[in-house]
């Protein structure tokens, strides 16, 4: 079956722009997580959703981050007054439940690149 | 200016041969651990994982070790093969945070045939 699919697979943007990622995630999965990942490290948490409503958003870096799910399947992550600082991976996953013990299903990512 | 990215632990070895990733994790509340592969381009793979109430599991080809007294992580990788190239993280879940995990810096593993 499909995996989760992230759009676009590269974005680059100018610095103070908005930008939208989006993720689809596994049919059926009802919690989806946000990565950002930056070169030469791993993946660092940003948000987790389950169901249509955000249930961890402690990874968040600041207020120009924000993401919603509205109906319980596709995300949006969104990111106001972009700066070179967010160009990194932003990376979506999807798990059965919204517990530990469910192995999340990573996409491919978005790679970000702010001039 | 663009940042430089962190250099990864680099392991080099041998086709066929038997490579150990080490980790050590943060948290002492963390109940709940995933090795992960990453290959270039590509999302974070599961390979394995564990629960705090063990010290050891296998798969194919592959085991996870857990000494939580040092809070130690190691993914022991049985006749290693050249799609085994990858770079591999380790991951942590910590105990009433929901499916929230915290990944490590991650190694660098490079076969050569």
């Known amino acids: 079956g499909a995996g989760v699919s992230q759009t676009p697979s590269n974005k680059v943007t100018e610095k103070g722009k908005y930008v939208e990622l989006r993720c689809d995630p596994i049919s059926g999965h009802t919690a989806l997580y946000w990565y950002r990942q930056s070169l030469g490290q791993g993946p660092e948490f940003l948000i987790y959703?389950?169901?249509?409503?955000?249930?961890?958003d402690s990874g968040l870096p600041n207020d120009r981050f924000f993401a919603v799910r509205p109906e319980g399947s596709v995300s949006t992550l969104k990111i106001q007054r972009t700066e070179r600082g967010d160009s990194a991976v932003y990376l979506c996953?999807?798990?059965?439940?919204?517990?530990?013990?469910?192995?999340?299903?990573f996409g491919p990512g978005t790679r970000l690149t702010v001039l | 200016g663009e940042s430089v990215g962190l250099h990864l632990p680099t392991l080099s070895v041998q086709e066929g041969d038997n490579s150990i990733i080490n980790c050590a994790y943060s948290?002492?509340?963390?109940?709940?651990f995933i090795w992960y592969k990453q290959e270039s381009g590509k999302g974070p793979q599961f390979i394995i994982d564990i629960r705090s109430n063990m010290d050891k599991r296998q798969g194919q080809r592959v085991t996870v070790l857990l000494n939580k007294t040092v809070k130690h992580l190691s993914l022991q990788i049985a006749a290693t093969q050249p799609g085994d190239s990858a770079v591999y993280f380790c991951?942590?879940?910590?105990?009433?945070?929901?499916?929230?995990?915290?990944f490590g810096q991650g190694t660098e593993l490079s076969v050569k045939p």
């Open positions: 996953a999807s798990s059965y439940q919204g517990q530990a013990y469910n192995e999340q299903f």
């Open positions: 948290n002492s509340a963390s109940d709940y």
């Open positions: 991951a942590e879940n910590i105990i009433g945070q929901g499916g929230k995990l915290i």
């Open positions: 959703f389950q169901g249509t409503g955000a249930a961890d």
